[in-house]
């Protein structure tokens, strides 16, 4: 993956903090520029084309929130990282109903912050695999069409709900995806979902992954997200 083609952009109104952003972010290779605040990021994505937003909640006049309700205006791919001191479970989401792909609260750990950042980005290295309705990495491979799952060249047979959790997370690696989004998701012809049903869904379809399990990851209280940054057997 070639960091450097990766640009970066970090909407903060704390100096000190997002200096220390975009100097962790340059070490890393990415190319990375600034915004102090919401109306300075829109007018600068104008004519600049920014792969990941790093975006803070409050910031003066229009807020982090606000901001992402005018993103859906805008034709924009930009992944949202959402870095802010609201560390409440209903902040966090509320942020991720409002468009963010992750939430990370301050103070937070630059190693975290650099690997939330990866993950986010590896997904844009994927696209050409998902163009073709086909996932294939770490032995789990999908196909959107045909609706086949194998593991380790074995097929996986899952439940309609599963096989549906399953693709919708994938779809959104990396992000997390609170239990009302996926309901929303999974929820059609045959199928009644509820917060509880997804979480016994959820059980299931990590049963049948095995040790890929950790995979899907949970996030307690919130809902659930596809990894791909875990110890693989050999």
């Known amino acids: 993956m070639n960091l450097a083609a990766f640009k970066v952009h ?51 006049g229009m807020s982090g929130v606000e901001f992402l309700d005018r993103l859906k205006t805008h034709s924009t791919q930009s992944r949202v990282l959402m870095v802010t001191a609201k560390s409440e479970p209903q902040d966090i989401v509320f942020g991720l109903e409002k468009g963010a792909d992750d939430y990370l609260t301050k103070p937070f750990d630059p190693s975290v912050f650099l690997a939330r950042v990866k993950v986010l980005l590896r997904r844009s290295g994927q696209q050409e695999t998902v163009a073709q309705n086909i996932f294939d990495i770490d032995g789990l491979k999908i196909n959107f069409d045909t609706y086949e799952v194998s593991l380790k060249g074995q097929p996986l047979h899952l439940t309609p709900s599963e096989y549906k959790l399953l693709a919708i997370l994938i779809q959104h690696q990396g992000r997390v995806l609170t239990r009302d989004q996926l309901i929303e998701r999974v929820q059609g012809e045959g199928i009644s979902v509820t917060g509880r049903t997804v979480d016994t869904h959820i059980f299931g379809l990590r049963k049948k992954l095995a040790e890929w399990a950790d995979h899907v990851d949970t996030i307690r209280g919130i809902g659930y997200r596809y990894k791909s940054d875990v110890n693989l057997p050999s």
């Open 10 to 60: 970090v909407v903060e109104d704390e100096i000190e903090i997002r200096e220390l952003m975009s100097l962790h972010l340059s070490r890393q290779g990415y190319h990375v520029t600034e915004s102090g605040s919401s109306e300075e990021a829109l007018d600068k994505m104008k004519t600049h084309k920014f792969d990941l937003l790093i975006l803070d909640w409050m910031l003066p």
